[in-house]
């Protein structure tokens, strides 16, 4: 069946973004921002029409697009979307829809940074899109350059250097994806014999079905891909480039960051592990779950300690993975459709936190919460998105982290009980952060410093609204974002039940 | 017909609210007037047709044993489902009509009390919120829906508690409610969670239908624990020991607020859920005796404190503990009839005092303190009137709404347990001592001449006579029409007066009164000797047995504590050295790698040499691939 290539076009609209961007001259600052808008608008089109046209009833890929690349390596360009990956392709245009204009005010060599801004959002479609493995390396490893030269050069630093955060970020994700590597070559070797061998992720999830790979192999590549993909989801141990990478980068990467690319983590663990390796997540899964319950208990307590807005949230980013991990952890249709929907509703929330933290900055020239006060006086409108990401983060029903966690209990409770006990408790010590750093920044007495502040307004106002209306309508119809999930993760998990587990 | 139209679309009653929120929230915020009207208009709406599902309820014959409920999917994934939907029964049916009664009137009064303020609007949009999510919450057909809206009503409670944002008090009493009642919605959530697991459902019916059968297979020792997890929710919701801080500190709110709220309906969610949930709780004894206890000793904990506590609305705040305390006893000796006519006669009378107290408010402006007051029956007689009607309804006087609904839950008591009765009349005792203590210092004696009180305006006085006529007439009307065929769990139970309960009651309650009246009215004992006297027992109550200090200090010390301890180890250990050490790593392999790199070509050389023999051999006597066609050479 030939049919329109629809996420070629998805992936591709920002690439042309970028090239027309690299012909402007330096000095069009409005037209290039135009640009970059108009682009991520286009993009954001397409992929609600792909979100809008995927068909639950079918389920399962989608779009799929297959053309051979290295024929001798196994390598092909092949697309394709499910319930899993959709949601995240859709999560990461409104993100990065909202970082084009959250970074409205950039004026230092802006050129370069909407490019880099680009990059860095393709880097994220290409990876949930992708069905080859090769490419989803390409694709992975795309996001984690301009990071660095973002943060380096538009970035701000408070605890640490920006140099230093941004180092560390990378090193940690190299690091990470230097196992991951290690681990894809070794399944690559190990999933069929000499001269079948393939990249293709649908192929390979075969090789589990055949026989091919023994529960030893399974396991061991299963752990190199979680040294990586757990640093990219900032599992613990492996999280301590989170918070200060988030606090240096500028305003749009930590959006992308810790909305999207972190999730790719996530991802990563259900497409590559969960699908292609079976075995070895049943091996590792009690291992991940205890991991799980410390994310969410050691960031929610170091939270409490933060002073700096960019800090508590960057720990409670870190923290809310937990509950994603301990989803995946428990293997279940429930547990694992609470996982996903976790990643896309936490990844909207912390892009509209970032976004309000940025805002905030922009005016007050502070992150320093015993500076703030009294905000909601001057800055209304922003003090509502502050309230809207800060809800939905303590998971408040109506908003839509809270079906997400509900369901992620509700799977893990059967599993763990114990662990899920622990870990529920999180919701304690994450309202009282939440609400503290709430209570000191938006209310208390008018504070005269800040009246020059004006309030949100024409370009800032879009991250605002956008985010938070999909907080609202996702939290009030969560069936449109669990539903599309299910279809996909019900019968895959049909089979492995059937199989593996 | 009008109560079959009201019946089929009672989804209809949250709904209206839910609207009036949208409208004023987004678009009529400045404009007061607008505000108003549309949120009142949706309320009215709201309230007729409750009183449509009420008659309903009575004209259709629809009795607890066989609710009207009508649903549609709102989550459905592989092994869960969760509904949304209207349950209609003669609970959730008095109910609607108490709540939407009560948010209407509160709304009128706030016409008046709010006037000039700055946040009219906003006040507005969020009384509408409150509202719908409370409807939302009584009409739940299952766990889910039911949890959701609980945590609304506790997210509207939060941003009406904090409405004055500007005064850190307000700012820190919201966060308080917020995150106290988290720790019980924590068990809450925890409850709901095994119920899943255990039976496969969350639906109210199909709980209710697997429950008994459960109990005979697998006995009752999980099933407890379950049933106190929920219960947890109640407790922190409807202020029971030991999670009863946050309720006082909510006074914060402005005075419409902490009647509607924390008064008539937000806070009965917790008594409400109990009773929802009683097909689950009054198969398990244990549960229930948890229940009667932490109830009874809520009643007279929360009692003793309101002796000596001076601002007003904080008595009226402990008041409404005890009377919490009193509701879920009812429930815990398996009177869900008694405990919902207290609930329903409750709602009248405190949110009548509540409203009277904040006319109190609004002619004394920054004052609160009830010894700063005094003699206001003379400018204030609709005000005095109607605080004195509330008084003598919660001392139980007969004829007033009071009277009934306690005398019914001090029954049930009696028929169950001799301790927890004693505790019962001992609380009514002190009850209707520090309610007159209330009225007495307030509107009796001297006026102040450094006060000009006035008499509220119409609006606010409009609320004021319905809900005193309300209370007044509250509680014979429903007892004399048989408010326990309707409202009660498994089969009806025909109690009557029984004279000497009654008796007992009456006596003890004018007694106190009297007592009250020798102290603050006449000054035949003075109070400042008897506190001096017991001054122990009197600073233990003041400072209200000390509670909120100490889990200041708790959270400080180890929450607080234990946090930044994480951190400095994080910064010190993790920062330092494994990331230092780590870093560190590449440039002393960097080190050596670059002593070999001398540029001494010779030996380049020499290791290219060396490093092609080893591929060579490598390639040679290790690879299969190879070896094979090595092997075809030869």
Sequence with gaps: MVHFPLLTTILLTPIWGILVLSIMPREADKTIKMIAAVTMAIALGLTLYAYWAYDITLGGLQYVEHVPWIEELGVAYSLGVDGISLPLLLLTMLVGFSAVFVSWNIDKRSKEFFIQLLLLIVGAIGTFVSQDLFIFLLFYELGIVPTYIMMVVWGSAERVSKEYAAMKLTIYLLLGSAFMLAGVIALYVNAFPAGMRTFGMQALAQAHVLGNLSEHVQVIVFFLLLLGFGSTLSMWPFYSWAPDGYAAAPTGVSMLHAGVLKKVGGYGLIRIGLLILPLGVKFWAPFIAIFAVVNVLYAAFVALAQKDLKYIIGYSSISHMGYILIGFAALNVISIDGAIANMFAHGIMSALFFAMIGLVYDKTKTRQVPELGGLAHQMPRIATGFMLAGMSSLGLPGLAGFIPEFTTFVGAFKVYPLYTFIAISGIVFTAVYILRMLANVLFGPRREEFDSCRDASGAELVSLVLLGTVLVAFGFFPQILIGVINSSVEPIMATLMGGAF | ?634
């Excluded at chain 2, 006060?451 to 606010?460: D, G, I, K, R, T």
């Excluded at chain 2, 001096?532 to 233990?540: L, S």
């Excluded at chain 2, 790199?597 to 040499?609: E, P, S």
């Design chain 2, 1 to 634: 017909m009008f109560n079959q139209y009201a019946l089929h679309h009672a989804w209809l009653i949250p709904l209206l609210p839910a609207f009036a929120f949208i409208f004023v929230g987004f678009f009529l915020r400045r404009l007061p007037a607008v505000a108003g009207f549309v949120s009142i208009c949706m309320s009215l709406l709201s309230f007729i047709l409750s009183l449509g599902v009420g008659y309903g309820v009575i004209a259709r014959q629809i009795t607890v044993d066989n609710p009207l409920v009508q649903k549609i999917p709102w989550v459905s994934i592989a092994g869960f489902q969760a509904d949304m939907g209207v349950y209609v029964d003669p609970i959730s049916a008095m109910m609607l009509v108490v709540v939407s009664l009560v948010a209407l009137l509160v709304q009128i009064y706030s016409l008046g009390y709010m006037r000039g303020d700055n946040g009219f609007g906003r006040f507005f949009a969020y009384l509408s919120l409150f509202a719908a999510s409370m409807l939302g919450l009584v009409i739940a057909v299952n766990f889910v829906q039911l949890f959701v809206f609980w945590e609304l009503v506790g997210l509207c409670s939060y941003l009406l508690i904090g409405f004055y944002f500007n005064k850190v008090s307000a700012r820190e009493a919201a966060k308080k409610a917020f995150i106290t009642t988290r720790i019980g919605d924590f068990g809450l959530l925890i409850g709901i969670l095994f119920l899943q697991i255990l039976f496969g459902t969350l639906d109210f019916q199909q709980l209710a239908a697997t429950v008994p059968t459960y109990v005979m297979q697998h006995g009752t020792a999980l099933l407890t624990i379950v049933a106190l997890l929920i219960f947890l929710g109640p407790i922190g919701k409807s202020g029971q020991f030991p999670l009863h801080v946050w309720l006082p500190d909510a006074m914060e709110g402005p005075t419409p607020v902490s009647a509607l709220i924390h008064a008539a309906t937000m806070v009965v969610a917790g008594v409400y859920l109990v009773a929802r949930a009683f097909f689950l709780f009054s198969v398990l004894p244990d549960a229930m005796a948890v229940i009667a206890w932490i109830g009874a000793f809520t009643a007279c904990f929360a009692a003793s404190i309101a002796f000596t506590q001076r601002d007003i609305k904080r008595i009226l705040a402990y008041s409404t503990i005890s009377q919490l305390g009193y509701m879920m006893l009812a429930l815990g000796v398996g009177s869900v009839t008694a405990s919902m006519f207290h609930l329903m006669t409750h709602a009248f009378f405190k949110a009548l005092m509540f409203l009277a107290a904040g006319a109190v408010l609004h002619a004394l402006p920054e004052k609160n303190d009830i010894f700063t007051m005094g003699g206001l029956r003379h400018k204030m007689p609709v005000t005095f009137a109607a605080m004195t009607i509330g008084v003598l309804a919660i001392s139980g006087i007969p004829p007033f709404a009071g009277f009934f609904s306690k005398d019914e839950i001090l029954l049930a008591v009696a028929q169950v347990s001799t301790p927890l009765y004693t505790i019962a009349v001992v609380t009514s005792f002190m009850t209707a001592f520090y309610m007159a203590r209330l009225l007495i210092v307030v509107f009796c004696g001297e006026e102040k001449p450094e006060n000009q009180p006035h008499e509220a305006p119409l609006s606010m006085r409009i609320p004021l006579i319905v809900l005193g006529v309300l209370a007044v007439i509250g509680g014979y009307i429903p007892y004399a029409n048989n408010f326990g065929d309707w409202v009660r769990f498994g089969a009806a139970v025909h109690e009557g007066i029984d004279f000497s309960v009654a008796a007992t009651s009456t006596v003890i309650a004018i007694l106190a009164m009297c007592l009250a009246w020798f102290i603050y009215g006449n000054g035949m004992v003075r109070s400042d000797k008897i506190s001096r006297r017991f001054r122990i027992f009197y600073k233990v109550s003041f400072h209200k047995y000390y509670i909120d200090e100490l889990y200041l200090w708790f959270n400080h010390t180890f929450v607080d504590g234990f946090g930044k301890l994480l951190y400095w180890l994080e910064l010190h250990f993790v920062e330092a050295i494994l990331i230092k050490v780590a870093a560190s790593l590449p440039v002393k392999l960097g080190n050596v790698v670059r002593k070999s790199q001398n540029g001494n070509l010779q030996r380049y050389g020499l290791v290219m040499f060396g490093a092609m023999i080893l591929v060579v051999v490598w390639l040679v006597l290790l690879n299969p691939l190879f070896n094979g066609v090595a092997g075809g050479a030869y």
